[in-house]
């Protein structure tokens, strides 16, 4: 049974997102990520846009994860907007399993990394263009990066430009007046960066939240961050989350009940893992009292947010 996804404008940018969007870095493969055959990817892509998600994340610098969007749904382009990334080295290697692939903020890369993700993923425009890996200010100007992209977006290829940022950059981020959209990492586990998403909203910015559920079950193999998960037992979450939900659908609806959250990147192989994460979604936010009463554990366990003051 197909769910009803909830919507969200994403910001000034105008864009009518569903609040679950899908991360394509589970498609970059080996060998920063678990061997994956075009089968996989073509199912899973697939069933992305059947279950209604509408917005798609990947990065130049996600393996074969643009390629793989390319040749499985460049036929249905215009049921989906499209974000990707800049900055990612054009040409390198990959990095290995726990190390981040080079990121030069030149306008010569820039343009190379938007041309080839053009190409790649057999598209005229991309939707969302975000720098990676969180460059200042000053590096974004060094050497024109921020110019190459307003070149971009005035040639028609790039719609929106956003940033994927974390501390200490959000502030300045949010101030510089650039970006219609900002990446954040949030969670429950993780709520460092609370505060910042209601900062960038109040610019009329589109919050697009990764890590969002906590990168998946505690103890769950692969994970980048298991001890995130001890916050959960810490702050006996489980005495308020229902006992018929999962750990992870918990997570997700706590990350939507921020009231300036517009969509949150979920990525997995496993179709069955997509329809739990798109039902989940389908019920929407949390309960307030249930909420209310997950920010007090969370607190008395010390996790609370930063301040943007």
């Not at 899908?22 to 199912?43: C, F, H, L, N, S």
């Not at 793989?68 to 290697?93: D, M, P």
């Not at 100007?141 to 992209?149: I, Q, S, V």
């Not at 307030?288 to 366990?301: Q, S």
Request: neutral net charge.
């Amino acid at each position: 049974m197909l769910v009803t996804l909830p919507t969200a404008t994403l910001g000034g940018t105008g864009l009518k997102v569903t609040r679950l969007s899908y991360g394509a870095m589970e498609i970059r493969g080996a060998p920063r990520g678990r061997d994956v055959t075009p089968k996989q990817a073509e199912m899973i892509l697939n069933a992305v846009l059947d279950s209604g998600i509408n917005y798609i994340d990947t990065s130049i610098d996600y393996g074969q994860s643009e390629e793989f969007i390319g040749q499985f749904l460049s036929h249905r382009r215009s049921e989906f907007y499209l974000a990707t990334k800049c900055g990612c080295q054009v040409g390198a290697a990959q990095a290995p399993a726990g190390q981040r692939s080079p990121h030069i903020f030149t306008k010569e890369n820039i343009v190379a990394g938007v041309n080839q993700s053009l190409k790649r993923m057999k598209t005229d425009h991309l939707d969302v263009v975000q720098f990676h890996a969180s460059p200042s200010k000053a590096e974004l100007n060094e050497h024109g990066a921020l110019a190459a992209l307003h070149d971009l977006q005035r040639q028609g290829k790039v719609r929106f430009i956003g940033m994927s940022g974390v501390l200490p950059e959000l502030a300045e981020h949010i101030s510089m007046g650039a970006f219609k959209v900002l990446q954040i990492p949030y969670s429950a586990l993780e709520r460092q960066n609370e505060q910042w998403i209601t900062a960038a909203s109040m610019k009329d910015i589109g919050t697009v939240i990764r890590g969002g559920v906590a990168k998946g079950e505690p103890g769950q193999s692969g994970v980048n961050r298991p001890d995130a998960w001890a916050v959960y037992e810490q702050a006996k979450l489980d005495v308020v989350k229902p006992q018929t939900e999962s750990r992870t659908s918990f997570m997700l609806r706590f990350t939507l009940s921020h009231p300036d959250v517009h969509t949150t990147i979920v990525g997995t192989l496993n179709p069955e893992h997509l329809k739990a994460n798109a039902e989940a979604a389908s019920r929407g936010p949390l309960p307030p009292n249930v909420y209310a009463e997950a920010r007090k554990l969370l607190a008395a366990a010390g996790q609370v947010p930063a301040t943007t003051g």
